[in-house]
């Protein structure tokens, strides 16, 4: 690989200033990452531990590798940018000598690297970096590596499109210790992808890239952790993203903001991710289900075959000792050791009469699925719902109700009942104290608008009285005046009169035309 004079003297001269700034630390494993503003390069140099991040340069970058500690509930992020991760490579393998390694040209990328690596050659891009650890690097042999035949053109797979509120890339814990043994935790899509009061962990020997983009202004966490240090001041992290390395791994229009304090309730705390449901839910794609009738648990994408136990608590409660607790008692069972459950804090509508929705009531939402149609989720809710009935009271619980797939409600008919009920004592007595308030005076009766009459829509329809005198009509006009119809012989003339005739039936009308001498009925 060829390196441009330039980039070797800066280079070289950063290495010396950071050796003399590191001679009194621990020999902690970290990486060194040499970035080009035009083009990406690539050397190798022994361990180094940055701490002197006010460094500035726009050609090089170290890193800080330092591990702490810290209890709380963990996200940790899936996906990386490892040269040594044989998914993140087209070919589906790590290259070797022969291969001709190939990055796209208009992306930016940050590799990680472990090992030593023989290439054959490398297209690099115009934005990128490559952190190497002790030991790691990148050498062209002169010859052919055996066992790595002809050579291919491998391609770095493109990161670009990873989004930070994709619940399918991330993996929760409730400690530190279970994320590092893979201890995770099964949530609703909402609380799958980071929360407000969660502690965000980028694995310490890899490095990523991410778009968190999202319909709010920023994305709220309480510390963020990348390359093992862990940032949980805003200022602090907040120039991170500004640097080089900042850039090229966490990327779009909403930024990660630390700082966030932790949830400092017992009984657990909302996860805040209800904003962002449309755009976490947008990743996920719904099986089609066969149970006959799917639960749509609060914070999901989905609907689901299974059951849903909804916890009521009092004082006392503690979420993370109640989670253990159904862990300790049913979880380990061979009979539901493939279930899954996932344990929190929602925010419920409460509906009136199961119909109006009036406010929003905290309660614990147990989401039980078994992958199959809910039989032996129905069976676990059950058992939950006997423990609560038999303990519930000496752990801050009052109360619970179990809705499955199958349909079949327990343990929230009686609440049903005094819901209903409550609602229309309170409608009775709204009602009640108006007719009251009205008939003293505080509240004056809104005016209604005058209904109207029988004789009104009579005269509006036309319609007389019954009894009344008959309406024999109208004046025809045209009717008896001479004076408007043409002279015509014995019509209106002398003698016209005798034209018209009165009998005991009517009055008629004689045709002058006609001739009664010419024509006999009686003969």
């Not at 991410?210 to 390359?227: A, G, H, I, N």
């Amino acid at each position: 690989m060829r390196l441009s004079r330039f980039v070797l003297r800066v280079f070289f001269k950063q290495v010396m200033k950071c050796k003399s700034f590191t001679e009194h630390l621990p020999p902690h494993l970290c990486a060194l990452v040499l970035v080009t503003r035009l083009e990406a390069k690539v050397a190798y140099v022994s361990t180094i531990l940055l701490q002197d991040s006010r460094m500035k340069t726009r050609d090089l970058f170290l890193l800080l590798c330092l591990v702490r500690a810290a209890s709380a509930l963990y996200k940790q992020w899936i996906p990386d940018t490892n040269y040594e991760n044989e998914t993140n490579w087209d070919k589906g393998a790590v290259p070797c000598g022969n291969d001709v390694i190939q990055f796209p040209p208009q992306r930016r990328v940050s590799v990680f690297v472990e090992s030593m690596h023989a290439v054959k050659e490398m297209r690099m891009p115009v934005h990128g970096e490559f952190i190497l650890t002790p030991g790691s690097g990148f050498y062209v042999l002169d010859g052919q590596e055996p066992g790595c035949g002809q050579g291919v053109v491998s391609q770095f797979k493109d990161s670009e499109h990873l989004r930070w509120f994709d619940p399918v890339l991330w993996h929760t814990a409730a400690t530190r210790d279970d994320l590092e043994h893979g201890n995770f935790i099964f949530s609703v899509h909402e609380e799958s992808v980071p929360c407000r009061y969660d502690d965000v962990v980028f694995k310490e020997w890899s490095s990523f890239r991410v778009d968190t983009s999202s319909s709010q202004s920023s994305s709220p966490v309480k510390s963020v952790s990348v390359l093992g240090k862990k940032f949980d001041s805003e200022s602090e992290f907040t120039r991170y993203l500004s640097s080089q390395s900042g850039q090229l791994q966490f990327h779009g229009s909403s930024p990660v903001a630390v700082g966030n304090p932790g949830c400092a309730d017992p009984s657990g705390c909302d996860c805040g991710n209800a904003a962002n449901h449309r755009q976490i839910c947008s990743t996920i794609t719904c099986p089609s289900l066969s149970c006959g009738k799917p639960l749509l648990p609060v914070g999901h994408c989905c609907e689901v075959c299974g059951a849903i136990v909804s916890v009521h608590y009092d004082d006392g409660f503690n979420l993370q000792a109640y989670r253990q607790r159904i862990h300790n008692l049913f979880l380990t069972q061979p009979t539901y050791k493939s279930t899954q459950l996932g344990m929190s804090k929602v925010l419920k509508s409460q509906r009136l009469m199961g119909i109006i929705p009036f406010s929003a009531a905290e309660e614990i939402q147990v989401l039980i699925l078994d992958g199959e149609e809910g039989a032996r989720s129905a069976a676990l809710a059950q058992d939950i719902l006997k423990d609560v009935r038999t303990y519930g009271s000496s752990i801050g619980i009052s109360g619970a109700e179990v809705q499955t797939s199958s349909g079949s409600q327990s343990g929230g008919s009686a609440g049903m009942v005094v819901g209903v009920v409550f609602g229309v004592l309170i409608i009775i007595a709204l009602v009640c104290v108006t007719a009251v308030l009205i008939r003293k005076g505080v509240l004056k009766a809104p005016s209604m608008p005058s209904m109207p009459t029988l004789s009104s829509l009579k005269r509006q329809s036309g319609i007389g009285e019954l009894g009344g005198p008959l309406d024999h009509g109208f004046d025809n006009p045209m009717f008896d005046k001479p004076g408007l119809m043409p002279d015509i012989p014995s019509l209106y003339g002398a003698g016209s009169n005798h034209s018209i005739s009165m009998t005991q039936t009517g009055v008629y009308f004689v045709n002058p035309v006609f001739d009664d001498k010419e024509t006999d009925f009686n003969a």
